[in-house]
């Protein structure tokens, strides 16, 4: 008799333990869908992380190179340079999926005498097999210039006088001088850093 008794109540805690481990299952899965949209919580927190990675670190150095190209081109905007890389990479990566673009930031300048390159690194994030990856790419933005003896001159529409690279006032009539080469950025390079 005792052994049924024990068989009895330890069948009565089973069920009873049984029975919680489906209440609180159930109250968990009521709150994971109401909180993840899924009752598969695992798989929803790592897809929240992946989706939340942060973006590549980028080698920014805006406030050291602007001021540098400005002097160069007095009307080059950066924030319109930045627009342009942003849809030049949409573009070029147009074969991936979901791409997104975290930031653009200039990394270099590169001046010599027949061009001026400002390299611009952008951090970006396409999903591949339902997971997000992590890119970075530099972009090569060329302000090529045209040379015959290597010598760069242009005339003041003022006076007529010589002007040369990235003069912004005719030294002659000293006349504001704006865009004397004519607009002919390109970009020349992109890769992946």
């Not at 069948?11 to 299952?25: C, P, R, T, Y």
């Not at 009307?75 to 074969?95: C, E, G, I, N, V």
Request: glycine share 6%; charged share 20%; hydrophobic share 40%.
């Amino acid at each position: 008799m005792k052994t049924w008794a024990f068989i009895g109540g330890f069948a009565a805690v089973a069920a009873g333990i049984v029975i919680l481990v489906l209440v609180i299952k159930a109250k968990f899965q009521k709150f994971s869908r109401q909180i993840f949209g899924t009752t598969q919580v695992l798989s929803a927190l790592s897809e929240i992380q992946e989706q939340e990675a942060p973006p590549r670190s980028l080698n920014g150095c805006d406030r050291m190179l602007i001021p540098r190209i400005l002097e160069d081109f007095p009307d080059f905007d950066p924030t319109l340079a930045k627009t342009y890389a942003r849809t030049y990479l949409k573009k070029q990566l147009s074969s991936l999926q979901d791409v997104q673009i975290h930031n653009v930031v200039f990394s270099q300048y590169l001046p010599a005498a027949s061009q001026k390159t400002i390299v611009l690194q952008a951090a970006v994030s396409n999903r591949k097999n339902s997971r997000m990856i992590q890119h970075r790419y530099d972009l090569h933005y060329t302000y090529l210039i045209a040379t015959g003896d290597d010598t760069v001159a242009a005339n003041c529409p003022n006076c007529g006088g010589t002007l040369g690279y990235g003069d912004t006032v005719c030294p002659y009539c000293n006349s504001r001088v704006v865009n004397v080469m004519g607009n002919t950025w390109e970009f020349t390079e992109l890769a992946e850093s």
